[in-house]
């Protein structure tokens, strides 16, 4: 892998009109040192996910493109979509990858965030790892209110942006940037039609009940499968890993005498998430990344 | 990936002197064309695997350096160690990687026999993909009777070497030159010190006795940690997984009422081999290379 990757997973308030969408993700194409490795939207959410990465110059540049052409576009005073947002780009992560620190993420996730409040006189919110204070970390508490409630936000001085104007940009709002560890979604399969069982499961293994410190979890049906599943996300699979979630599930499942039909992992994973199974399961004494033959071959 | 890369993966009979370690292991580096990927050492096989990837011609010359210089340290009169051996420089595959076809890797591993027995004076057994008779394609034949039996088993016309001298070279014995599919060195160790039970074992798991298609294996002691070990290759990880390999040994082992302590890497394994575990394990469904990160930015 080329050093210094960072994967870059920003969420724009356009999930309908396809002309936008893709005017939206052209700014990443083609575009040396970026590369883009998926996007999907989503109609009533009426957004979009695009995901990409790079190396810190030329993957900022696009993300401030891509920002330009979304303000462009974009007017928050004519949206509507079930999912919470405050600005039309709502949310801009950093994720470092293989040999990037965290730190390098926070840096270009700084940088992006001082340059969209400079050139598009947007207020500007860090988040996550990038965070100026503690209440700032987590991003629904950033942006609890939305755009409707942005004008009262920010007058206050706990919300004072960390970059930009301190009034909302009238027709893009403002946007939250930070740099987070990679996030995996991992759902366990339940072989079992009883929704209340999968919450159960869900409320024991995840982090807010009580459960995994980087898991969050939540029981859901899958109704044209007559299943239901424990899905999941791991925000941080280098100290939670998706063997104990798995195993954690399995466990509980047991008190209702259901059994586990397998698992699924939705979207992208790092290889390190899975490497990380595949050494506990074969009690691997110190196996690297670095015995990786691919991940060798491009270092 | 580059297109055309071959891998070779040379075999040397030194694990114990940091020294002359390092001084083989420098033929590789910093060498246009030649990338040197890993290297690990033993003490109680008393050998060195190095990996090292690189195109035909620049990777072909690296490799008879390093021959050149492990035959003037390695004297195999003076030698011990747990593994089989018949040569200073023992074993030398050469793997098409990526786009390279098969018969790029046996033309270079043709090249590198003839030049090492013309210029080292070594006996050259071709093997595997590129050997020159049914008999010669199994490593274990080659070498069987080791440095020790090389006098006798040279004077049979059955053993006549195809490149070098029909006598063993005095110091550095004789070397196995061939093309292969890639392998994994795959290790099981045993929570006990009783050889008979690694090896009980080993005949379990192997093809050669009954056990997995593409699975070779031996017991071997590990004294400097008072254990043993199931020492295997794994020949073609896509259709002998390296989980089946490690339950199978642990089936095994329960007979003997012995403990399964780890399992080990040795050297690199591709990211499918691993991924197969981690999916095995956690009973995934439909999970494809492409959800890899790193993959999907490597394509």
Chains 1, 2 share one sequence.
Request: glycine share 8%.
């Amino acid at each position: 892998m080329e050093k210094r990757i960072i994967e870059c997973v920003p969420n724009f308030s356009e999930g309908r009109d396809p002309v936008r969408i893709d005017r939206i993700v052209e700014a990443f194409r083609a575009k040396e040192g970026v590369k883009l490795l998926d996007y999907s939207s989503d109609y009533d959410h009426n957004r979009m996910v695009i995901t990409v990465a790079g190396r810190p110059p030329a993957l900022g540049a696009a993300v401030l493109d891509a920002i330009g052409i979304a303000i462009e576009l974009i007017d928050l005073n004519t949206h509507s979509g079930v999912h919470p947002r405050m600005g039309a780009v709502d949310v801009v992560p950093f994720i470092p990858l293989g040999k990037c620190s965290m730190d390098e993420a926070i840096d270009l996730a700084r940088e992006v965030a001082f340059e969209a409040g400079q050139r598009f006189g947007l207020p500007v919110f860090l988040y996550e790892q990038s965070a100026s204070a503690p209440h700032r970390v987590n991003l629904a508490d950033v942006r609890r209110g939305g755009f409707e409630g942005l004008d009262e936000k920010l007058k206050l001085p706990l919300w004072a942006p960390d970059f930009g104007p301190s009034r909302k940009h009238p027709t893009a709002g403002a946007v939250a940037v930070g740099a987070r560890s990679p996030l995996v979604a991992y759902n366990v399969n339940l072989d079992t039609d009883r929704i209340d069982v999968a919450r159960a499961i869900a409320r024991r293994v995840r982090y807010s009940s009580g459960g995994l410190r980087f898991c969050k979890a939540m029981g859901v049906e899958l109704k044209t499968r007559g299943a239901t599943q424990v899905s999941m996300n791991m925000t941080d699979y280098s100290r939670t890993s998706l063997y104990q979630a798995f195993e954690l599930v399995k466990l509980e499942a047991r008190r209702y005498g259901v059994a586990v039909a397998g698992s699924e992992i939705i979207g992208l994973v790092p290889m390190e998430a899975i490497a990380d199974v595949a050494g506990y399961y074969l009690g691997l004494e110190d196996f690297s990344l670095r015995q990786v033959l691919e991940a060798r071959l491009w270092e």
